[in-house]
């Protein structure tokens, strides 16, 4: 093995230097030449040998020693970063057979071999996973005698909503630059005599707004695991490709506005009129489809929660429920927390994190030769290496997301910090 591929995708963490760091030294230490691929997969899938060659520095960069100077410090992405969807329209193990479905992801493998490189490191999301897998297996169709890019993969996501690892990187340094942030807008509550209702980032799990709750002293905490009970309403919807209706659990925002009431009223009786409030991004998904039919989509299908706002729109609604409910006004503020945090110098933790992680992706290909499996650490930082297939859904090749458990000791820690309402 000569040349080894970094690529990083989806949305930019700190630390992510920490990682691409690590690896690139462990690598150019032991005789490679490490290749990182700029902006994510946009260049290799678009990638044609007769008439689309890649350019060096726009569509990537040979790592030289002075790259690695001081880099595991730093902010940002140093290879870029992007959230092109190679694997677009493969669902099932069957579609890897389709040549029209995997027409990108052979771009990408050409790429990879015109390039010279036998292995990559894979960092990013779920999704970056996804397609780290769908490469992999996509390999192993290739005639005999094909040459092949082995692939290892290190979790990303501020989320922290990963299966296979404790804590991802970059989700301390969100959580601390977030909940400085909270702190700030609690204090302004208290001038003001009102609320702020903040909404963070945390897509599918309430890690993140639940870390930067406790940390920032949150009045009340919901994430999307707390869509229960009377949160939760039942929705009939029609399956896209085959038309048969089922049932799914939404969110009601009324609901959830009088839960914000009842904890404005609560406060108020015990003499205090302002607080804080912090709800998971992803709640915004939950909502019933008729407030998201106009919504933007990205390349893997995410509704585009930024433009949902729904932090807003529940201090809106909860505003109005508490005119109706006490005949008086309120000062309620809907504000998003979530991109300045992404890119935000790494804590010390998620630094060595990275680290280990990317010095993780080093061992895995030159010292235990593995292929087509994801880098993580339990206890002291201690390495393990988890096979895709443990990852991804062998029916579907869909990831698994892993949420906070309801009940834990995690989940009732914020509870217990947060203003007591009366149960429902």
Not at 241 to 268: H, N, Q
């Amino acid at each position: 093995m000569n040349r080894v591929g970094i690529l990083f995708s989806g949305g930019p963490a700190p630390a992510a230097n920490a990682v691409i760091g690590a690896a690139a030294m462990a690598f150019r230490r032991s005789g490679h030449e490490v290749i990182g691929l700029r902006h994510g997969y946009a260049s290799l899938q678009g990638y044609d040998r007769s008439s689309r060659p890649l350019v060096p520095e726009e569509d990537y960069h040979v790592f030289a020693d002075r790259d690695l100077w001081g880099l595991r410090n730093t902010r940002g992405v140093f290879v870029g970063t992007g959230r092109a969807n190679p694997g677009k329209g493969i669902r099932s193990p069957a579609d890897l057979d389709d040549s029209g479905k995997t027409e990108r992801l052979r771009r990408v493998y050409e790429a990879l071999i015109d390039l010279g490189i036998e292995a990559l490191v894979s960092i990013g999301g779920d999704d970056t996973l996804k397609t780290a897998n769908f490469l992999h297996e996509f390999q192993k169709r290739l005639p005999e005698g094909e040459r092949r890019v082995r692939i290892v993969h290190v979790p990303k996501t501020i989320d922290n909503d990963y299966r296979g690892i404790d804590f991802t990187f970059g989700f301390f340094t969100a959580v601390d630059v977030m909940a400085k942030e909270l702190l700030n807008l609690r204090a302004d509550a208290m001038a003001t005599n009102g609320y702020f209702i903040v909404e963070t980032m945390g897509r599918k799990a309430g890690w993140l707004a639940y870390g930067v709750a406790i940390a920032g002293e949150a009045h009340l905490v919901i994430g999307v695991e707390d869509v229960v009970g009377d949160l939760a309403v039942e929705e009939r919807v029609a399956d896209p490709d085959t038309g048969a209706e089922r049932t799914e659990t939404r969110l009601s925002l009324d609901r959830l506005a009088d839960r914000v009431v009842d904890l404005i009223l609560a406060r108020e009786k015990r003499g205090k009129g302002y607080g804080t409030v912090v709800l998971a991004e992803g709640l915004a998904e939950m909502l019933p489809r008729a407030h998201l039919e106009n919504v933007a989509r990205d390349e893997h299908g995410h509704v585009s929660l930024g433009r949902v706002d729904i932090g807003k729109l529940v201090a809106m609604v909860a505003a109005e429920r508490y005119s109706q409910r006490t005949g008086r006004t309120k000062k309620l503020t809907g504000v998003q927390l979530g991109y300045e945090s992404r890119c935000s110098p790494p804590h010390a933790f998620d630094v060595m994190l990275g680290s280990q992680l990317g010095m993780g992706a080093y061992r895995a290909l030159v010292e235990k030769g593995l292929d087509g499996h994801m880098v993580s650490v339990a206890g002291q930082l201690e390495l393990q290496y988890v096979p895709f297939s443990e990852l991804v859904n062998p029916a579907t090749l869909e990831t698994e997301i892993r949420f906070i458990e309801r009940g834990s000791d995690f989940h009732r820690l914020a509870a217990e910090l947060g203003t007591k309402l009366a149960s429902r």
